[in-house]
Each structure stands twice: as C-alpha cells, then as structure tokens.
C-alpha cells in the first residue's frame, strides 16, 4: 500500500492537474481557469438550513479565522406573529457550537446564515482609500492584505456587517468565498460541509449552473435590498423580518 | 522689469514647489506595485496571492474516488447527499497522503446531534429527536449506521436492544 | 456577551472608530474655524478683530500639524500611509483627505503665513544669531528683498490666497462631514447636512478657541484686551452658533418626524447610552448655555470684566460641546447595530495605542506647538521689546 493518493492521479491525468494545484496551492494555480468565465454568487435555500453551525465550523478552519470573529455566521430568528416588524433574534457565538433551546416559545422560528454578499456596487470597496479591497473580475469581493492601511472605513461602510480587522494582521478580514478554492474547481468550505444542501455556490455566468433553473421557479431575494449593492447572495423563502 | 525682479523670493517659492512634485511623481512611479492597475484600481497579483492558499476540506470527489464502498452504502439511505467531510471533518491531507493522516473515529453521541437535536427553528420536516428521552444516553450509532441511519427491519431484530 | 443589549451582528461589538476618530474632526474643525477667522480681517476687512489675526493663523496651523496624528496612531499598518497619495482611490472620501490636506497646508496656510511674515523673517534673519538665523534663513529662501515694491506684491498676493483659502477651509472640513455624511450603512451619519454641520460647527469651535487663546495670550502678556475685538470675536461666535444650531435641531427634527426604521433605535440609544454626552453635555450645556450667556452680551450693557468672563466660560462651555458633538458622531454611530436590534458599548483603554492618555497628549500638543511657532514667529511685532527690530538693518 505505498500507493499514495498522489500516485494514484498521476493514472488519471485530468483530475490530476487539477488536484495537484489543489493541494500545492501554487499560484499559477488551476491552469484551466479564466476569471472573466465567472460571476460567483451563492444561494442560502432557507427552508433547508437547521442551524447546525457546520459552516460556521467549517469556514473557521478553511480560513483560520480567529475566535470570535466570523466570516459566515448564523442567526436564529424569533419572530412573534403580534410585532413581525421587531424580531429577536440570537447567534450565539456565531452559532458555532449550534443553538441552545429556544427562550420563547411560539411565533416563527427560523435560521438565517449570513456571509459577505459580494455586493456588485459594493459600499466596501467603495471607500477604500488605496485600492486594497476590490471586486475580482469574477464577481468575488477581495482584500489584499500586503496592500490594506487598517483604516476600516470599509466595516463601517458594510451594511452587512460581515468585515472586521483581524487583530493579529490589522487588515480587513472578509469572506473570500474561498477563492483558493472556487478557483481550483471545488466548492467553498462551508457549503461543503453543509449537510443539508443549504447553501449552494453559484456561477451566474454559467448557463448550465442549476441556479438558473432555481431562480425562475423560486421566490427568491437578497438582504437590505433598499441598499442598493447588488448583492449575489440569494435567500430563497427570506422572511420579511430578516435584516 | 522691476516687478518681476521684486517677486523673485515668489519664484523661489514656485521652484520648491516644482521640486516637490517632481520627487513626488519620481517616487511615485518607484513604489507603485507593477502589478498594480492591471484589472482595475487594485494590485492584479493580490489575487493569485489569495488563491495560492492551500485547501483543507479535500471535497467529496476526492473521498469517493477511493472510498466506492461507502458512496454505495450512502446511496441506499437518507444521508446520501451529505458529504463526508461535513461529519468527518477536514481530511485534505489523507486525500493527499491516506498514510500520513488517519481520519479520527467519530463519537455519534457528539456527532449527530449537531443535526438532529429538536429545535425549535429547524424545519418541521426535518428529522429531530430530544436525545435524552430518545435514546436514554445510547450513542446512536447502537440502532442507526450514520451512512444509512434507517432502521432496517433485520437490523432491527438483529441488533442490540 | 457583555456590553452587547439586545442583538448585534457578531462583527459588529467590537467599536472601529476610537476616541483618536473623535479628536480628528475637533481638531481640523478647529483649524478651519481658526483660518475662517483670520480670513475676514484679510478679505471682508474687519479692522476690529485685527489683533487676531496672526494668532489665529498660527492657532491655525499648530492644530493642522497635528490633525493627522491621531488618524496616523488609528491606522493598523501607518507604515502604509504613503499609498493614500501613491494609489488614491477616486471614489473614496477619505483618499482625497491626503490631497485636500496638503493642498490646504502647502498651498494655503504655509503660503500666506510665510508671505505675512515675510519682512519679519527676513529682518529676523539678520538680527538674530546662531540656530534660530539658521531656521530664518532657510525661511526667507534666500531672497531678502522686502523694498516696499515687493512687499505690495507680497499683499496682493497674499490676499488671493486667503481667498483661495475661505473655500479651502470650507472644504477641509467639508470633506470631514462628508466622510461620515456618505455611509448608507449607517443611518445616524447617512445626512446630507452632514458635512453643513460640520462646517457651522467648526467654524464655532475655531472662533471659541482664537478667542479664548487671545485671551489668555495676552492676559500673560500683561498687556490690556482689546475689548472691541474680542466683543466683534464673540459677536460672530454668537451669530455662528444660532446658525450651527439651527441646522443641528432641522436634523434633529426631521429625523424625529420621518422616524424611518432606524429610529426607534437611535432613539432608544439618544435616550440611554448617549443621553450624558448628547442631550446633557452637547445640546444643554455646549449649545444652548453659551448661546444663551452670548445672547446676554448682545442685548444687555455689561461691564467689561462681566463680559470678559461670560465669554471665557462661554467659549469653554462651546468647546467641551462641540467635542461632544464630535464623540455623538463618531462613537454613536457604532453603538447600534445596523441590524437595529441591539447596542454594543464603547471601552476606552487608559494607556493603549488608541486610549485616554494618548488623546490627551494629542489634545496638548497643538497648545506646545503654538507655542514654539508664537516665540519663533512673535504675531505682536510692534511691543515684543527689543525681539525684533525696525526693517532698517542695524547690524
């Protein structure tokens, strides 16, 4: 058994190239992709979200991202059928370690997993001062982190709030959609470790991304639409009470 | 003539200002990232830089491509569209070496609550379970085999009480 | 979690902007108010509140130089700073501060004190001796011509640049409020008074803090106030302030009468968290005490040490809000959450990079660097015995 998995692609040139890439993490990585090919975004399937906290999880180990700072997180909404317009809403730590049982009893109850929506008129990139932080070719939003001052002007132009400073480095830190791994060919950490189908990655420039056929049939919005950023993550079956 | 030999000390003025700004366009044109510009007003490498960064989640097709057996099992039951890392955890380094890296035995006690603890915000449809009165504090895998949690009629008689 | 009411986004308890944030604004604001005050004794001729003006363009530029540290202190990466000027990005408020800043530095307040003071440095060159002729020598950029041809060239000059100045004042600090004005994100700086408050009120601060400096100045000097120019000072401080406060209370107003989704939030949060620093502090004892104690000044005859000293307490009472006023802003607008379901709390560290002791030192600073500009460039030329002599070279 000396077979190493290694050894073993080599007998299946195709996947080979790219899993090579996939493990050396070269920059010249996946030869056989070309940015201007795609436009990422991602779709949360509400309904289908239980709260288990796997992306969460998940992101934090793909991305190293430090304790109590979160690049996806997961709320819980408690919405009670006398006040739609006030909910309350819990995510406890994130909703890292999943949900304690519900305080209140009743009304509507459901989870919403948030991320940096990779706005396409993003008010992040928009403030940056030097060009640190910008919308990839293909529809990702990026810091460059060798490139960032600190000034976080961009977390509090967020509406989302899905930036923060990473207090070891002081840069933007934010949802990358795992670009190191869109770009090899595989799917982002947390929708691989989604258990349900829940969060789904999706090229809207690919004719043949079952997205597509989802959005005609679907009911089917993005977050704080009022402003205006042209947000590529789509909830489908999102609440009005959700902000 | 005098009027332009009277407001000399202004075209010495001028000259540190022309200084200044032709050592700021020559500083300008040396710390300029090369790369910077190319797409758009950021530096281009930044991201080659940000997709360089190793994987850790190997995705399933690189589980299944070795382990069949188990896709086959997951097949017949519920959980056929979860993927392995979603319970195992990470494993991009036993896809790339299987020697090198044993995936941990997994505690379903832990395991598989994660999931099916009854809460109140999960799915109606969604299959949850009190595991205190559920189970009486056997781990689940006594009755249910995580890879197709059903329990099966023979399975059922056969298994342990 | 403590310090967190309610729900907040989990990026969101951690405050970004710190107290160092506060201070940028107070600061610039008081620089432009400062320049704007000088400028109507250049432009719009008011002889009475010319014993100000030097003092305020020197007030001026002490608070400009160090308007950048605390943004400097803020930043995780200042050894980056340099890219704001190498790779400004266009559609950013805060790229273009590099550029407004210098642009006002250099090409406004160093150009007109340097034309003002022009025969002063030049005279100073020659009779003073070792480092200090050094520095005036650099000053006059080798050039010692101050005949009378050349120092109407110098006025006139000088002249265009205050008026290049007034606008450029009004943009420094223009910008500022915009910088906060234009993030939708955030319904409590999301204004476009903004950057009009921003201006009325620094405008007020500048005024407040020239008169007052003038005060003190000369009281150590031991020299008698010129009570018509500090009672025209404080007049425009008065008229200033009803203006700067009427545009705060339409904001206040509108946004209490819209009540938008954001406002049972702010609300909430104006009525607990900020009561203090804003109704307290900012509209009660910053704005409407002092303008009530000018208001007095206006309409009764008092003594002279009666109004010397309602404005000595009505210009402290005018900086200590228009402070306030800065810390509403900044440090409010990331108390709530932009979910408007919760509020985080703002903790100031004592001896940190961002915390009290270092707002401090930057509060004093300026202070220290006016006072090394005043001896190195005395603005009282006429009795400073003996420091500087009449044009004709003696030596």
Not at chain 3, 176 to 192: E, H, L, M, Q, R
Request: charged share 15%; glycine share 6%; with cysteine.
């Amino acid at each position: 058994m000396n077979i190493t998995r290694r050894h073993m692609l080599v007998l299946l040139p195709a996947a080979a190239i790219a899993w090579k890439h996939v493990l050396a993490g070269t920059p010249e990585a996946s030869p056989n992709y070309t940015m201007s090919e795609h436009w990422w975004g991602m779709l949360i399937d509400l309904p289908n979200c239980i709260g288990c906290g796997n992306c969460v999880r998940a992101c934090q180990t793909e991305n190293e991202v430090p304790d109590g700072y979160f690049r996806t997180w997961v709320e819980r909404y408690h919405v009670t059928d006398y006040d739609i317009e006030n909910p309350h809403v819990d995510s406890p730590d994130g909703g890292k370690k999943g949900f304690p049982p519900a305080k209140e009893a009743g009304g509507k109850n459901f989870f919403v997993p948030k991320l940096c929506n990779h706005c396409a008129d993003s008010p992040c990139t928009q403030v940056c001062p030097v060009g640190a932080t910008f919308i990839s070719p293909d529809g990702v939003v990026l810091v460059d982190k060798t490139y960032c001052l600190g000034c976080r002007y961009c977390v509090q132009a967020c509406p989302y709030g899905c930036r923060f400073i990473h207090p070891k480095t002081l840069t933007a830190e934010k949802c990358t959609l795992c670009y190191h791994r869109i770009t090899k060919g595989l799917t982002t950490a947390c929708c691989e470790a989604c258990p349900t189908g829940a969060r789904q990655l999706a090229d809207l420039k690919n004719p043949n991304d079952p997205i597509h056929e989802f959005l005609k049939t679907h009911n089917v919005q993005i977050l704080k639409p009022y402003m205006a950023t042209h947000s590529k993550v789509l909830y489908n079956d999102l609440d009005g009470s959700v902000r | 003539m005098n009027a332009f030999k009277d407001a000399g000390h202004l075209f010495r003025l001028a000259a540190v200002f022309v200084a200044g700004g032709m050592a700021f366009v020559g500083v300008r044109a040396f710390l300029v990232p090369k790369s910077f510009g190319q797409y758009g007003h950021y530096r281009g490498n930044a991201m080659a830089e940000i997709a360089a960064r190793p994987v850790n989640f190997a995705g399933h097709q690189a589980c299944e491509d070795c382990h069949a057996d188990v896709l086959e099992k997951k097949k017949s039951g519920k959980h056929v569209h979860v993927n392995c890392e979603a319970c195992h955890g990470p494993l991009a380094k036993h896809a790339d070496d299987p020697g090198s890296i044993q995936p941990a035995k997994l505690d379903t006690a832990v395991l598989c609550v994660r999931c099916h603890e009854a809460n109140i915000a999960k799915p109606k449809t969604f299959p949850q379970v009190v595991s205190a009165d559920h189970s009486s504090g056997l781990p689940c895998d006594t009755c249910h085999q995580p890879h197709s949690p059903a329990i099966t009629a023979e399975e059922t008689t056969g298994g342990k009480k | 979690m403590p310090g967190v009411e309610g729900f907040m986004y989990p990026n969101e308890v951690e405050l970004q902007w710190s107290v160092l944030i506060v201070l940028y604004p107070f600061l610039t604001g008081l620089v432009a108010g400062a320049f704007i005050l000088a400028s109507l004794e250049r432009v719009f001729q008011v002889q009475a509140v010319k014993p100000t003006y030097r003092l305020a363009l020197l007030t001026a530029l002490a608070f400009l130089l160090v308007a950048p540290l605390p943004l400097q202190l803020h930043l995780g990466h200042p050894e980056r700073s340099y890219e704001m000027y190498l790779t400004p990005h266009r559609t950013s408020a805060m790229a273009m501060f590099g550029f407004v800043y210098l642009w006002y530095l250099m090409a406004v307040l160093l150009l007109e004190i340097w034309l003002d003071y022009r025969r002063d440095i030049v005279v100073l060159s020659q009779s003073t001796t070792g480092w200090k002729r050094l520095i005036y020598r650099v000053m006059t950029l080798g050039s010692s011509n101050i005949d009378e041809h050349a120092l109407a060239i110098d006025e006139r000059v000088g002249w265009l640049v205050t008026l290049i100045g007034i606008p450029s004042a009004f943009l420094l600090h223009g910008y500022v409020g915009f910088i906060f004005g234009s993030v939708k994100a955030n319904p409590w700086w999301s204004s476009p008074l903004m950057p009009v408050v921003f201006i009325f009120s620094a405008m007020v601060s500048g005024i407040a803090l020239v008169m007052l400096i003038y005060m003190l100045v000369t009281w150590s000097r031991k020299e008698a106030i010129d009570m018509h120019c500090v009672d025209t000072v404080a007049s425009y401080l008065f008229y200033t302030f009803i203006i700067d406060f009427s545009l705060e209370m339409l904001d206040l107003i509108h946004r209490i009468y819209e009540s938008d989704e954001s406002f049972r939030s702010l609300d909430f949060m104006v009525h607990t968290k900020l009561y203090m620093s804003h109704i307290v502090v900012q509209i009660m004892l910053g704005t409407v005490a002092p303008i009530l104690l000018l208001a007095l000044t206006q309409v009764l005859k008092l003594s002279e040490m009666a109004r010397k000293r309602i404005y000595v307490l009505a210009g402290c009472l005018t900086l200590i809000g228009i402070f306030a006023m800065r810390w509403n802003v900044v440090i409010g607008g990331q108390l709530f959450s932009k979910s408007f379901l919760g509020y985080t709390t703002y903790k100031m560290g004592l001896i940190t990079r961002e915390g009290l002791l270092v707002a401090i030192v930057l509060m004093v600073l300026p202070l220290v660097i006016l006072w090394v500009l005043v001896k190195l460039l005395p603005p009282w030329p006429e009795k400073s015995s003996g420091s500087l002599p009449d044009a004709a070279p003696a030596h």
